[in-house]
T-cell receptor, first 111, second 117 residues
């Protein structure tokens, strides 16, 4: 059974710092992995989608990497801003339409 | 165009009542998903529709939960005889292509916060 774990559960950093969020999964047979951002009162916003054949994806200040063999993905946020404060969720697709989510990392960027 | 919308945004009900939660996916999206998210947890899959066909309902916790999408667009998740343990955020998502693509991004709605007293 696929399990997804995110570390740390919560993170507080000063503005401008570069940071890394971690996601690990137990079954390396995945189709893709997606990073989402969750803001209170809003839906989940897709940040980056990495296909199983890819090693990384970049969007602006965000960079996500995928190492299938070790069951890990990282989300790198450069030059963090207070507006980045949110909960970040990773989700894996094991070849069906279902996404299996981690429990999330609550990020707070202090001005 | 507009994103996925859900209504109501908040629902408070008494134990034993039935509730119906509505999801309006992005226009033209073929696939529709329901998830449930407990506080401090990630969303958990409930059920999936491809057009109007319910392809998978394996995540529905018991037979008090049901869902439909009669015309392949709007979907309703119904919970009968609600219990306090049903309290959670219920999220709907949609994606453009049929699941055979498997690479499609799911777009999530804002969710319905259900509280059962």
């Amino acid at each position: 059974k696929q399990e997804v774990t995110q570390i740390p559960a919560a993170l507080s950093v000063p503005e401008g710092e570069n940071l890394v969020l971690n996601c690990s999964f137990t079954d390396s047979a995945i189709y893709n992995l997606q990073w989402f951002r969750q803001d209170p009162g809003k839906g989940l916003t897709s940040l980056l989608l990495i296909q199983s054949s890819q090693r990384e994806q970049t969007s602006g200040r965000l960079n996500a990497s995928l190492d299938k063999s070790s069951g890990r993905s990282t989300l790198y946020i450069a030059a963090s801003q207070p507006g980045d404060s949110a909960t970040y969720l990773c989700a894996v697709n094991t070849g069906t339409y279902k996404y299996i989510f981690g429990t999330g990392t609550r990020l707070k960027v202090l001005a | 165009g507009a994103g996925v919308s859900q209504s109501p945004r908040y629902k408070v009900t008494k134990r034993g009542q039935d509730v119906a939660l509505r999801c309006d996916p992005i226009s033209g999206h073929v696939s529709l998903y329901w998830y449930r998210q407990a506080l401090g947890q990630g969303p958990e899959f409930l059920t999936y529709f491809n057009y109007e066909a319910q392809q998978d309902k394996s995540g529905l916790p018991n037979d008090r939960f049901s869902a439909e999408r009669p015309e392949g667009s709007i979907s309703t998740l119904t919970i009968q005889r609600t219990e306090q343990r049903d309290s959670a955020m219920y999220r709907c998502a949609s994606s453009f292509r049929p699941t055979s693509a498997r690479t499609d991004t799911q777009y999530f709605g804002p969710g319905t916060r259900l509280t059962v007293l």
